[in-house]
């Protein structure tokens, strides 16, 4: 652990993509010192079941950290309940030019324009195998699919099912990337019914296979209309009637709108806007499909956690789940057992008995 903390304040001093990297180096070399947050005793309050799975607490690592599935263990090892890896397409690309990630320090915040940078499946499936095969049952690991850039359709996303249902916990297909040319246009109407049909054979042919049942969950904008979130919600309910359709929604990804509140030197900056600023909008969008879905799906809640209290609002306005990333970029581990001790607080102070009973109480 010492050595990990050691490396803080020099990251501070890095460009944001350097010092990711090394932050990302640093795990897959061990330099977590032994941090065992996997193993320690959980509050019993924070305990949870979603689609089959054992979550002893419900806060994960949002996708982007990890994107190439280089220190999954090593984060579990921090003490996430569960970890998003990626978002990774088939084929390797590498993104946007740099400077293409800001901080946004005074607001807490960052501004990202990566564009999917990845090392592609074949690199990723093989690291992930690696980590089944050593860790196998010792933490929860979605993957997070998105499409190359200059790809047409939406046969990318039933690539990335076949190849990543055997190896992962649960599955995201990512249409919501503010950096991706033309992808949250498959979040409207026929275009998203398509694509939902599509990887949902692709499910169905892994399960035939002999696999099992992988979740598939969607992660949506937050800068959709309401007329948006409702059309959206009528596709997904109706995909999910017969059981066999999408299983969860992630809520939200990065937003391209800009409060007035921002204060930094980056604020305009093209991309999308994640960290503090983005947590009303995406808490109010949850809260909308959280409604809009009758609370009969999961759903995940990220965007501007940064404390117990947050994490609650969101549980509260319908999140089975809470992911973090920015929050986690700025302040390090800690905030990890800081949110969880918080959240369990919370829970107590209120007569809550299960933090299952939380969710959608302000919704």
Known sequence: MDAFHAIGPLLRLLPPETAHGLSIWALGQGLTGGMTGRNAVCDPLLESRVWGLNFPH??????G??????????????????????????????????PR???LTAD?????????NSEGLDAF???????????????????????????????????????????????????????TPGLRDLQTGERLEGLLEQ????????ISSGGRR???LLKLAPDLALEEREAIAGVIMESAAGGSGIDGLIISNTTVSRPGSLRSRHRDEVGGLSG???FDLSTEVLRDFHRLTEGKLPLIGVGGVASGRDAYLKIRAGASLVQLYTAFAYHGPALIWRIREELGDLLREDGVSSVTEAIGADA
Not at 143 to 166: K, M, Q
């Open 101 to 103: 990630m800001f901080r």
């Open 276 to 278: 503090r600023p983005l």
């Open 125 to 179: 499936t093989q690291r992930l195998g690696v980590f089944c095969d050593t860790w196998s049952g010792k933490g929860i690991v979605g993957v997070n699919l998105g499409r190359n850039r200059h790809s047409a359709g939406t046969a990318d996303y039933a690539s990335g099912v076949s190849r990543c249902a055997p190896l992962a916990d649960y599955l995201v297909i990512n249409v919501s990337s503010p950096n």
């Open 58 to 63: 419900p806060i994960g690592l949002a996708a």
């Open 108 to 116: 807490e915040a960052v501004i990202n324009r990566f564009g999917f």
């Open 65 to 98: 950290f990890d994107k190439n599935a280089r220190a999954l263990g090593p984060l579990l090892d921090l003490g996430f309940a569960f970890v998003e890896a990626g978002t990774v397409t088939p084929l390797p690309q590498p993104g946007n030019p740099r």
């Open 199 to 206: 990887v949902i054979t692709a499910r169905d042919v892994a």
């Open 214 to 216: 992988v979740p598939l």
